[in-house]
């Protein structure tokens, strides 16, 4: 189908490009009309444009009560919706965002510039609906599209599920079920019905548009090695035979700390990036990484965002959790369509450390009720004596233990408690959820976890075509 002149002449005008890229036009055509759509698309080519488009051709469409037509973006990372508005705004969109980087006058201020129709495109993560402000600032604009980035958070059965994710029909009700377009890179056909569930809909009212996960230009390789030793000469290897960007890929911070001193003795010069770093300091070592070829180790919290296209490698130190967080994290290389090198370093004693995250990522019922009780119970003593107080209450002999920063995700995260017991100010307000309570659901749960490592462990003794196992766990068929 040959994409309207209309949309032809917003992506010119707007972002400086003559013709659509894949599926594009299909997409920008089939969501203009009013129809919904799930777009699977691998990383770097173009999802963004799949509702940027039709949000500024409905933003030229007047509505039959005068209120402004409104595209609401739902995205779980504060920390790239800055970058993404800035980027839309230099092209003449108006587009902002509200999440909770903002300080209480900003918010204010921004809510009253929505209210007044100021913008056409909004950001926000699914929690801001938890605000009752907010829920209704919403109502007073007409929601004309709703994009769900990163659509996979909405399953239990991804590989980044958000709590809140599951209340998108709640939310798709409450702004009267306006066109949806819901946008991943990585979606097993379980997760792609999970969406389509989660957002209220059917299979015979959304229309999916699978442009598969091939990135011809990526050669994908395996390595088994044993130590540290085999690892670092490869990196260093790597990165002197390979001109250009690469990102080695670390799961524990103390690892990556581990290579970097290796590496600075040896006179090779990178940056680091982790979560533990100082939010200045992130920013200016993703800055440093845009601007200049260069080596930078890291942890699954650098990439999201990182439009760079000449990533020439990207190397996994460590095994990643799963094949999505994988894939996702070489679609990183060779954005710009160019040969790129994507390595995983497969050392089997890297699967403790994953046994331990999917232990701690999965707190079984009886430990969330009693963080439930101490919370509720003694929360006199959890205000006055912090995280550690409850550490030594539910897991004393085992300090790395990390169950408890979890369940207190997951009870934030489904409102069961407000405030934080970091700033000491932490109380109980609703009961705990049927997704937290029933035994069963916790156990297929962490089945399903242990399914996916267990295919990550098959992927890396796979001696076959590396493409085609990937593509078959996806399901989609063989070339």
């Not at 890229?21 to 990383?43: F, K, W």
């Not at 029909?169 to 079920?177: A, D, F, M, Y």
């Amino acid at each position: 189908m040959k994409p309207s002149n209309i949309y032809l002449d917003l992506l010119k005008r707007h972002f400086g490009f003559h013709s659509f890229r894949s599926c594009q036009g299909d997409i920008v055509d089939h969501v203009c009309n009013g129809n919904h759509a799930l777009v699977i698309m691998p990383t770097g080519m173009g999802k963004s444009l799949c509702y940027q488009i039709p949000a500024l051709h409905f933003a030229n469409i007047e509505h039959a009560d005068d209120r402004k037509p409104l595209t609401l973006v739902i995205s779980p990372l504060i920390a790239l919706m800055k970058d993404q508005v800035d980027a839309l705004t230099r092209k003449g969109v108006a587009a902002t965002f509200i999440n909770s980087s903002l300080s209480r006058q900003e918010r204010t201020q921004r809510y009253q510039q929505v209210e007044q129709g100021q913008f056409d495109l909004l950001y926000v993560t699914p929690e801001r609906f938890r605000k009752v402000e907010f829920t209704k600032l919403i109502k007073k604009r007409h929601v004309c599209l709703l994009a769900v980035d990163e659509a996979h958070c909405i399953s239990h059965w991804g590989h980044d599920f958000r709590p809140d994710y599951t209340r998108l029909q709640e939310i798709r009700e409450l702004l009267g079920n306006p066109t949806t377009v819901a946008l991943t890179a990585t979606a097993t056909p379980v997760v792609q019905q999970d969406i389509v569930t989660q957002l209220g809909l059917t299979p015979d009212n959304i229309q999916l548009f699978h442009e598969g996960i091939d990135r011809p230009n990526l050669a994908l390789d395996i390595i088994k090695t044993w130590g540290d030793d085999e690892k670092l000469d490869y990196i260093q290897q790597t990165n002197g035979s390979i001109p250009g960007s690469g990102i080695v890929y670390f799961t524990l911070i103390r690892t990556l700390e581990r290579f970097s001193e290796r590496l600075r003795e040896n006179g090779v010069h990178h940056l680091s990036y982790h979560g533990d770093l100082p939010r200045a300091r992130r920013r200016e070592v993703q800055n440093w990484f845009m601007e200049d070829e260069c080596l930078v180790l890291a942890t699954n919290a650098f990439g999201m965002g990182i439009d760079k296209e000449s990533i020439r490698f990207v190397i996994h130190a460590e095994l990643p959790g799963s094949l999505e967080s994988y894939y996702q994290e070489i679609g990183r290389a060779g954005r710009d369509g160019n040969p790129s090198q994507c390595t995983l370093l497969y050392d089997e004693a890297d699967l403790a450390t994953q046994m331990e995250f999917m232990r701690w990522s999965n707190p079984d019922v009886s430990f969330y009720q009693r963080v439930y009780d101490l919370l509720e119970h003694d929360n006199e003593k959890v205000m006055a004596f912090g995280i550690d107080w409850l550490k030594e209450k539910l897991h004393a002999r085992q300090k790395h233990d990390r169950r408890l920063e979890t369940a207190l995700g997951m009870l934030d995260r489904y409102g069961v408690i407000e405030g934080s017991v970091a700033n000491a100010k932490v109380k109980v307000i609703k009961p705990l959820p049927i997704d937290i309570t029933d035994q069963k659901l916790a156990e297929q749960k962490l089945r399903a976890d242990q399914e996916k490592l267990y295919q990550l462990v098959q992927y890396a003794n796979h001696e076959g075509d590396l493409k085609n196992f990937i593509h078959q766990y996806f399901g989609i068929p063989s070339k």
